[in-house]
Structures are given as C-alpha cells and as structure tokens.
C-alpha cells in the first residue's frame, strides 16, 4: 500500500502488454508488400502501440504534450548554470507559446498541457493564475514554492510527494477521457538534473559520478561540485531502493512526482506515452519501481546527452528512438519522436498488401 488510495488502485489496473493485439499487428505488417521486418522498428513501434493499448489499429492522434515544472532547493548550490528565477520565466514562456516545446506541439499538431507543480513567484500579487495562450492549457498544485534542498534533508515529505503523484494521475486520467491518443512528456525546473542524478543513483544502483553530467553547461569544475552535492544528497537522507515513493520524497522533484503520476495513470488506461530526456527517465524509474510492467508500456523518444539518462534508459529496458545530442528538456525529444510514430502508424494503414497489389509473396512458389 502507497498510503493513497487512488494511486494504489491505478496500479492496480496496470497489466502486461497485450500478447493477442501485439500479434495481430506483427501479422498484419507482413502482409504488406516488403519483405518481413523491413521496416525495422517502425514495425516494432506499430507492435507496441498495439500492445500497449489493446488495438492493432491503434493511433498517434489526437496527442497531447505534458510540461511539468517545480522549482528546487537544491538550484541554491549552483548546480546550475542558470539562476531558479529561469523556472518562473521560462513557465511563462510556454504559456506564452514562446518555447521551444510550444513550436514543435504546433509544427506536429499537439495540445500542450503546463502544469505548475510548484514555481514560485508564477503568480501576481493578486494572486491570480496566469493566462494561457488559446493553445496552451494550464494545471496548479497551488503550491507557492518547490522542493527543499535535497543536500540537507528531504526534498518534500512523502505526503507532498503522493499529494503530486496524485494530480499526475488525475491529469492522466482527464487525458484518457478525452480520448487523447498518445501522451509525450517534458518537464522544466532548475536544479532538476541533480535530482534526477540522485533518483538514478539510487534507482539503479549507480555511483554519482556516473550519472551527474552538466545539466544546462556546468564546466567540468561545476559538474564535480554537482557531484558532491548528490553524494551529500545520498549520505544525508539514505533513501531506500525498495520504497520508491520515499527515494521520490527523499530526492525528487515535484515535477518528477506530477510526472511519475502521468505516466502511472497513462499505463491503467492503455496510452502510450512518449518519454522526453533524463528527468523523464528518473519519473519513469520510479514508476516502473511502484508498476514493474509500466516499463514496457513507455516509448522511448531520445536518449539525453546526460550521462544518467542512458544508465536510466538501460534499467527500463528501453531503446530510444532518436540520438540528436539534446539536453534542453521541456518534451522536445519526445515531440521529434512523435513523427517516427506517425511514420510507422501511416505505414501499417497506407501500403498495400500482397493480396491487393497483386504481388508476389516471399512464399510464393
């Protein structure tokens, strides 16, 4: 038991892919005309969206791209080249549709969703929620400020951890009722590639220096403070590999807790979802950690240039899609990837068969 009753129940409802469906979708590919496995994992991917989601016509659209953003305790011992306030005006910058992840949801036709999962100063003294342009929709904890400093003592109590994982599931679940396709995930938070480092090194039982790279461009001096302030993280608070929900607590993010909650509910409700870079990843290690067979139910978009995001991906058993050296964030891996998707999808429903081209089949005499 996870202490709430809503995210015990969603795991609950977490399955194995579907054997039948993946199946069905392998037969149908090669009866299109090309050779078998051809199309290498293009057809691997209309496999697994087949079992992902229970249909071997399943779809790409309508998708949808989920922002989640916190700020960190942690940014107060330059870990980053950036100073906290870039969180605040960065959120405003994707409601504004001025990011880079709002132009690539526009280019391939994706609602984004931000979710303010606890950035200070987002508000106006009024105390009114921003507005949104008309393509953007925006969530709230209604939190005022982020995490603790993780190198001192727990980033947030456990019951601040689940109160986030809870809205990621909420947010999933109002996804799939609204027939969203496909879900692609991002995330913004200074300070939050060294709470992914610290996730990852418990995780997946790797050493920080392995996992810590340089975030938004530390030098090689910045990345070696950020090391030792993981390992102060780790030797501070001793977070349990067994109990996920507490390493969350322990050194997370509450942006990685709305993630970890999105990819949960997305898994109960049978839609893919996209992962973006590193923070991703680390949400996606503790989900797999809550739901083993979630794992499976995640896309790998591209790998990170962060050296953790590879430990991350290979612990979840996911090949990721693309290699384009990125390390923004923000889901704009996971929306490049979304064309591969769309590649595979039109692929399986365009190209004729065998029997209908009148061709020959490899078995043909």
Do not use: W
Not at 21 to 47: F, H, N, Q, Y
Not at 263 to 290: E, H, K, S, W, Y
Request: aromatic share 2%.
């Amino acid at each position: 038991m996870t202490g709430s009753p809503r995210l015990d129940e969603v795991i609950g409802r977490i399955e194995p892919l579907d054997g039948a469906a993946a199946v069905s979708a392998a037969a149908g590919l090669d009866r299109l005309t090309k050779p078998p496995g051809s199309l290498g994992r293009l057809e691997a991917i209309a496999v697994q969206l087949a079992g992902i989601t229970g249909r071997a016509d399943a779809t790409t659209r309508p998708r949808t791209i989920v922002v989640a953003a916190a700020d960190h305790g942690v940014a107060a011992r330059n870990v980053s080249a950036y100073p906290s306030e870039v969180t605040r005006q960065m959120v405003a910058n994707f409601l504004a549709g001025g990011a880079a992840i709002s132009v690539l949801a526009r280019l391939i036709g994706a609602s984004l969703v931000v979710v303010d999962a606890g950035v200070a100063g987002l508000r106006p003294s009024g105390g009114r929620e921003p507005r949104p342009a008309p393509d953007v929709r925006f969530r709230s904890l209604g939190r005022e400020r982020g995490t603790a400093d993780l190198s001192v003592g727990p980033a947030m109590s456990r019951a601040e951890a689940l109160d986030a994982v809870d809205t990621g599931l909420a947010l999933a679940a109002d996804l799939a009722e609204r027939r969203t396709a496909l879900i692609a995930v991002g995330e913004m938070g200074i300070g939050n590639t060294t709470a992914a480092a610290a996730l990852t090194a418990v995780l997946c039982g790797a050493r920080p220096e392995v996992v810590t790279g340089t975030g938004t461009g530390l030098d090689e001096a910045g990345r070696r403070h950020k090391v030792a302030i993981v390992e102060r993280a780790l030797a501070v608070n001793r977070p349990d590999p067994a109990d996920p929900l507490g390493v969350l607590a322990a050194v997370g993010g509450l942006e990685i807790a709305v993630l970890v909650g999105v990819l949960l509910g997305a898994a109960a409700a049978r839609v893919p979802v996209v992962l973006d870079g590193f923070i991703t990843g680390a949400a996606a290690l503790v989900a797999a950690g809550l739901a083993p067979d979630v794992a499976g139910r995640l896309i790998a978009g591209h790998r990170s240039a962060e050296p953790g995001h590879a430990v991350a991906l290979e612990r979840l058993g996911r090949r990721p899609l693309l290699d384009l050296e990125l390390r923004l964030g923000e889901g704009t891996g996971a929306a490049l990837a979304l064309g591969l998707l769309d590649a595979a999808v039109a692929l399986r429903d365009g190209m004729a068969t065998f029997e209908t081209a009148g061709v020959a089949g490899p078995d043909a005499s």
